[in-house]
């Protein structure tokens, strides 16, 4: 006959078998499912358009800007223009008082008039006269000579005194004087003579002041130096203006550009002949084309950045100067792209790699990267197509890990990158 179980030991076989139970079935999940490792979000490779792009702000200009500004002190009589008019070159713009500047006209056209009547009086009767009286001397030099020399043979016949004699020689020397006197008037005032010249030259000084005068006035009259639109004014009628203050701005007809200063971190993406595509942020659904032109070959210390230009070569009607917009600037693009999210390429020691999903462990593999954008990045090498690469930012290499599916998102292939 068996021995019965005391009864206090069979209430603890019960819960002992639970506790085992539960144990195996612990035991069991643990194995399951850690020792497998932790679900992973995995994605492959995927063909399609990538691009690289740049996103900036920059300024409308236009290529050149001209200030207009007063060269004289006068007072502002009348002003034909207002901001945002057309106008053409030539076209009188701002005028200032000129009467002073009209009477010193007035006097230099008369002083050039008295100047010419001088040098022709010179010309048609002063040459002429000396010409005469030189002729004339010339004779009368002539004559007391002769006279003379006739009176010296009578005198050595003792025809007529010393006395006489001395005033025949007294007669030649004044004769000789005013010959002298009549030869060097008529050279002076010969064309090549010195009264001649100064007359000429008086011409010259009163012409000179005529077109001094002619300038000053003109300086009154402010006018476009070329075809624009004006885009500023600072002068109203009664104003004084002094010389050098701007007046009128007028931006010239030409190419229109923008300005950007483009961060220096991103210099390598830029090079000159890009395309690009800029919207205004007063009108945001009307984008229009623009090309890269220009890249300054320094930077500016104090903001590290580096000046781009870009050309529109048809700007649209509501472009203004200064007016701001986005441009976004294409640097490489493929339209068929092996690519990856960008969340998937890891560095570390300067090297970059994917962690790939292989008999249920996390690998590193070295991968060569292309085009990158901040959602896709290219790959050249060192992925096959059908890889699985896993997205988990947690998972390290050598992992033990499960494949979960990821989520897949649209228009992801290709994003602007941002910059300034």
Do not use: C
Request: hydrophobic content about 45%; aromatic content about 4%.
């Amino acid at each position: 006959m068996l021995n019965a179980v005391p009864t206090k030991s069979r209430q603890w076989v019960k819960p002992a078998i639970i506790v085992v139970a539960v144990a195996v079935v612990a035991a069991l999940l643990w194995t399951f499912v850690f020792a497998r490792g932790p679900r992973v979000e995995v994605v492959t490779p995927q063909v399609g358009p990538i691009k690289q792009t740049l996103v900036f702000s920059a300024r409308v200009s236009s290529i050149a800007r001209i200030d207009m500004a007063s060269t004289v002190t006068a007072r502002v009589e009348r002003v034909m223009v207002r901001e945002g008019d057309r106008v053409k070159a030539g076209q009188l713009l701002i005028q200032l008082d000129d009467d002073e500047y009209s009477a010193q006209l007035s006097q230099a056209s008369a002083s050039l008039a008295t100047s010419q009547a001088r040098l022709r009086s010179q010309n048609e009767v002063a040459a002429p006269v000396s010409s005469q009286a030189q002729q004339q001397a010339q004779t009368n030099l002539d004559f007391a000579r002769q006279e003379l020399s006739r009176n010296r043979a009578l005198i050595e016949k003792g025809f007529i005194s010393e006395a006489r004699m001395k005033e025949f020689e007294r007669a030649v020397a004044v004769a000789q004087s005013s010959f002298e006197q009549s030869r060097s008037q008529a050279a002076s005032n010969s064309k090549s003579g010195a009264e001649t010249q100064a007359a000429s030259t008086r011409i010259k000084e009163s012409d000179a002041a005529l077109a001094l005068a002619r300038a000053r006035l003109a300086q009154t009259r402010v006018v476009a130096s070329a075809d624009g639109r004006v885009v500023f004014r600072g002068v109203e009628v009664g104003d004084v203006v002094q010389p050098g203050r701007k007046l009128l701005s007028v931006a010239a007809d030409g190419e229109t550009r923008l300005i950007a200063q483009i961060d220096e971190k991103n210099l390598s993406l830029m090079r000159e002949g890009l395309k690009a595509a800029a919207s205004a942020d007063a009108f945001p659904n009307q984008p229009f084309p623009a090309e890269l032109t220009y890249l300054s070959p320094a930077v500016d210390a104090t903001r590290g950045t580096v000046e781009a230009r870009l050309r529109i070569p048809a700007p649209p009607a509501f472009l203004r100067d200064d007016m701001t917009v986005s441009v976004e600037v294409i640097s490489s693009q493929k339209d068929r792209a092996m690519t990856l999210p960008a969340t998937a390429l890891r560095e570390a020691e300067g090297k970059t790699f994917v962690l790939t999903l292989i008999n249920g462990s996390a690998k590193a593999t070295p991968v060569r990267v292309g085009i990158r954008s901040p959602l896709r990045v290219e790959i050249l090498e060192g992925l096959a197509a059908d890889a699985k690469v896993i997205l988990d930012a947690a998972i390290v290499d050598g992992k033990r890990v499960r494949e979960r599916a990821a989520p897949r998102k649209a228009g992801a292939l290709e994003s602007p990158m941002p910059g300034s």
